[in-house]
């Protein structure tokens, strides 16, 4: 009996280490090729410019003389603000950080899925081939670190999906489970796509506040924030982009530019055929509860998919579409390890697949396809440099130069003020420092280029361009250029001069109130790039309000 009882203890561990084992592999695979293309993009140093004001008591602004939202990731910038403060550091961290959260949302979706499975069979061995696939392909590498919010993505995806499993079993996990996935707009706005609802009946007033006010509090409360803090209802690079607007065509080609260059559609269709297969077996066996979460992380993927398309993409390669393509993968379900025909197959396509992918497999890394770029080679050819992470690493590239021009200017002129005029205000940005104001010609942290009329569409996040009229006007310089007058004179009438009163000088909770009513107020608000456009629209508004 003993020897009974020390023989299944013997099988149950290896079985366990086994699995453990099988579980790691994907998350080494990521790990690994993601710490090789470790690097922090150009972008990232804007939210390291706005952490840097955070640490010397400026606030999370990327300008010290204006408010304006210059990130989607409030929940990111708050965590990188902590680290900076504790280490010292904002790059370092930015990186290890963000490879950490994506194995991490890895590892856990893969024990959502075990979980799930071993409900009804505990001796089972599970192969996660949707994780396989994710740590198969190159841009997952690439956004493993960056510096920018996707892996903090990527762990909120795999987590909900773990704490999602877990709910079905442990109901009163209702609570923490609607507060951690009222996080993902903290991450990015969008992530609220992937809202995780529970199916309720029969509740009362009480219950039913309950269970709203865990998954809406957060993001309620800071949406409340950023229209009394920052007089807007929508983070700015939101505005500069048209976050809500039509670029169907351009979001076809971004799509395509992800499927093609990596014949995803070999192990998505190999992969549905498999679990619509087991989704029919289940039902016959009356589980099919156990594609209940997957399915919805399924469903939740395949919409910000859509989104991304119907708004155009990006012009990073792929960037935007991995959280929509991480929760696709993770809700395909694993293979039960057996000697099926069928299995096999799956397993061996899929595994092939993953093979040829991650060592042929790339997406265009010389020049830009419809505008999208992969921007990891970009930079690392300007830094010369494999893995450019600190700001030093980018001593060789022009954007380097640009801004420690600036911040040397700044030191010499202390009582002139110091600008810095230009489409990428990342390296340049950060390194020059808040004493020099940066007027970013594309919007994302300029509150009046981000609300310029899209006259017509280009290249993603490229299309607004902030003309040097406007910054001369703003920084109080007369010139012969009549422009200059119009915009000086724009800049004094209707909703722009409302709005740039409440974001401009120093923050008084006072005007919390007229902030949030501004916020809406100026929701619509749209300038023509020509000032003496804006002049007439806008004074003239002006003017018929005030009749």
């Not at 029969?202 to 809406?216: D, E, G, Q, T, V």
Request: aromatic share 14%; proline share 5%.
């Amino acid at each position: 009996m003993l020897a009974l009882k020390m023989r299944t203890k013997i099988f149950k561990l290896k079985h366990h280490l086994i699995q453990t084992f099988i579980l790691l592999i994907p998350v080494f695979f990521l790990f690994y090729p993601g710490y090789k293309h470790r690097w922090n993009s150009e972008d990232a140093f804007i939210s390291f410019r706005v952490v840097s004001n955070i640490l010397h008591g400026h606030g999370p602004v990327y300008n010290i003389e204006e408010r304006v939202e210059a990130y989607t990731h409030p929940l990111w910038i708050a965590i990188l603000t902590l680290s900076a403060a504790i280490t010292g550091s904002i790059e370092i961290p930015a990186v290890w950080m963000g490879l950490l959260f994506t194995c991490l949302g890895l590892l856990f979706s893969e024990m959502g899925a075990v979980k799930l499975l071993k409900k009804t069979e505990n001796k089972i061995i599970v192969v996660p081939l949707g994780a396989i696939v994710i740590a198969s392909l190159p841009p997952f590498w690439d956004f493993a670190t960056s510096g920018l919010e996707t892996g903090l993505a990527f762990f909120w995806l795999g987590f909900s999906f773990f704490i999602t499993v877990n709910l079905m079993f442990k109901p009163k996990l209702l609570a923490c489970t609607l507060l951690w996935l009222s996080l993902g707009p903290l991450i990015r706005p969008d992530l609220g796509l992937f809202f995780f609802k529970k199916r309720t009946e029969n509740l009362s007033i009480l219950r039913i506040i309950k269970f709203l006010l865990p998954a809406f509090l957060l993001p309620f409360s800071y949406q409340i924030f950023r229209m009394g803090y920052f007089a807007s209802l929508l983070p700015n690079p939101a505005i500069a982009k048209e976050a809500f607007g039509n670029y169907f065509r351009q979001g076809i080609i971004y799509l395509l530019d992800f499927t093609d260059s990596y014949t995803l559609f070999i192990p998505l269709l190999a992969l549905a055929i498999y679990s619509i297969k087991i989704y029919i077996e289940s039902k016959k066996e009356k589980k099919d509860y156990i594609f209940t979460v997957p399915f919805s992380f399924f469903i939740g993927g395949l919409i910000h998919v859509i989104y991304i398309v119907l708004i155009g993409g990006d012009f990073m390669h792929a960037r935007l579409l991995l959280p929509g393509a991480f929760s696709i993968f993770i809700s395909i379900s694993p293979i039960i390890f057996d000697n099926s025909d069928f299995k096999t197959w799956v397993l061996s396509s899929t595994l092939t697949w993953c093979i040829i992918c991650a060592l042929t497999l790339r997406g265009e890394e010389e020049g830009a396809f419809h505008g999208i770029v992969n921007e990891r080679i970009h930079y690392i050819t300007c830094a010369n440099h494999g893995n450019p992470v600190k700001i030093s690493d980018y001593k060789i590239c022009g954007l380097y130069h640009l801004g420690m021009k600036k911040r040397v200017d700044a030191l010499k002129n202390k009582n002139e003020k110091v600008i810095l005029y230009h489409e990428n205000i990342g390296i340049a940005g950060f390194l020059a420092g808040s004493e020099v104001r940066v007027f970013d010609r594309l919007g994302l942290a300029d509150p009046i280029a981000s609300r310029l009329v899209l006259e017509r569409r280009g290249r993603p996040g490229h299309e607004k361009d902030l003309p040097e009229e406007w910054v001369w006007a703003r920084i109080g310089i007369k010139r012969e250029n009549p422009k200059v007058k119009c915009a000086m004179e724009a800049l004094k009438c209707g909703a722009l001069k409302e709005y740039l009163e409440a974001i401009q000088g120093k923050f008084e909770w006072k005007n919390f109130l007229r902030n949030i009513v501004i916020a809406v107020k100026s929701r619509n608000l749209r300038i023509p790039a020509d000032p003496c456009q804006a002049k007439v629209k806008l004074c003239n508004d002006f003017q018929g309000n005030l009749r």
